[in-house]
């Protein structure tokens, strides 16, 4: 080799060590940050008694109560099986069963979607949702965290003045017959 090749070899060389120590911290600092993207959803899933994966959540539940309990989505207003049924029974979560409302706080609302002036407060969660851009309280199970609905001051006057404006979706009706 000629001298100027020698010497263009060992500045790449060199450059290649400055980039290659570049590029060791750089995924040092990306599994870094992975590891506290994991731990931090490993610690979401564990606020919840009840934690499964994704996958399993998927393989249990149909796409619709995936899409409302798992995304947070809401099903279309009147289409769910629940808005019109007032037998009487219990409402639980349609992910993992936890007690949600009873038939005698249901009430019809014209909204389309199943109300409720209460829920059974240990196993109802409030959060903030600010998906259309402004705060909405939203309701999902304490026990596994699934969405339900979301909660608002337009409900019965002689009650609680609170409507919780539930996905059917999220509900298993179990009849006290």
């Not at 980039?19 to 899933?45: A, E, F, M, P, V």
């Not at 409402?91 to 199943?114: F, I, M, T």
């Not at 999902?140 to 965290?145: H, P, Q």
Request: some cysteine.
């Amino acid at each position: 080799m000629c001298n100027s090749t020698t010497s263009l070899v060992k500045l790449f060389l060199i450059k290649m060590k400055k980039y290659n120590l570049i590029y060791i911290l750089l995924i040092c600092i990306g599994c870094n940050s992975q590891n506290n993207s994991n731990s931090k959803t490993d610690q979401k899933r564990s606020k919840y008694k009840i934690s499964k994966s994704d996958i399993e959540w998927k393989n249990e539940l149909n796409s619709l109560q995936y899409y409302v309990l798992r995304q947070a989505g809401t099903e279309r207003a009147f289409t769910g099986k629940y808005d019109k049924n007032f037998s009487e029974g219990i409402y639980v979560c349609a992910a993992c069963q936890s007690p949600l409302y009873e038939s005698s706080y249901k009430y019809d609302s014209k909204s389309g979607w199943p109300s409720f002036d209460r829920g059974i407060t240990e196993n109802i969660e409030y959060d903030v949702d600010y998906k259309l851009g402004y705060a909405r309280s939203e309701l999902k199970c304490s026990s596994c965290g699934g969405h339900l609905g979301h909660l608002f001051n337009d409900g019965p006057k002689s009650t609680t003045g609170k409507r919780h404006c539930i996905n059917s979706a999220a509900l298993i009706f179990i009849s006290k017959k």
